[in-house]
């Protein structure tokens, strides 16, 4: 059974940081692009940033770019999203969600949830003074 997890939320003020993991079970993420999404309290979900199964091509949304960072760990079946200067948009539920189309390398396509699969839990993460 193919499943990923995620960890690492929490609750955090303003101008924090986080990292959240997203772990692979059942299958190795070597072959697999995999994307961050986040969906806040009546909000569609929104595509955060991907990374390519090498980890050479990344991808963002405009709204993290230059404060959050994917990257990923294959030895250790596991992707790792550090989101730094958090502000209170960014409290959602993240998720992260695997590929084997090749869509690191076009933000549109990056951030499409139809091209995933294999959605995990979620962690959730509050930005909150």
Same mark, same amino acid.
């Given at each position: 059974?193919?499943?990923?997890?995620?960890?690492?939320?929490?609750?955090?003020?303003?101008?924090?940081?986080?990292?959240?993991?997203?772990?692979?079970?059942?299958?190795?993420?070597?072959?697999?692009?995999?994307?961050?999404?986040?969906?806040?309290?009546?909000?569609?979900?929104?595509?955060?940033?991907?990374?390519?199964?090498? =980890? !050479? /091509?990344?991808?963002?949304?405009?709204?993290? +770019?230059?404060?959050?960072?994917? $990257?990923?760990?294959? @030895?250790?079946?596991?992707?790792?999203?550090?989101?730094?200067?958090?502000?209170?948009?960014?409290?959602?539920?993240?998720?992260? =969600? !695997? /590929?084997?189309?090749?869509?690191?390398?076009? +933000?549109?396509?990056?951030?499409? $949830?139809?091209?995933? @699969?294999?959605?995990?839990?979620?962690?959730?993460?509050?930005?909150?003074?």
């Amino acid at each position: 059974q193919f499943e990923l997890v995620e960890s690492g939320g929490g609750l955090v003020q303003p101008g924090g940081s986080l990292r959240l993991s997203c772990v692979a079970s059942g299958f190795t993420l070597d072959d697999w692009t995999i994307a961050w999404f986040r969906q806040a309290p009546g909000k569609e979900r929104e595509g955060v940033s991907c990374i390519d199964s090498s =980890g !050479s /091509t990344t991808n963002y949304a405009d709204s993290v +770019q230059g404060r959050f960072t994917v $990257s990923r760990d294959n @030895a250790k079946n596991t992707v790792y999203l550090q989101m730094n200067d958090l502000k209170p948009e960014d409290t959602a539920l993240y998720y992260c =969600g !695997s /590929t084997q189309v090749i869509v690191a390398t076009n +933000q549109a396509a990056c951030l499409t $949830s139809l091209f995933y @699969a294999n959605w995990g839990q979620g962690t959730q993460v509050t930005v909150s003074s």
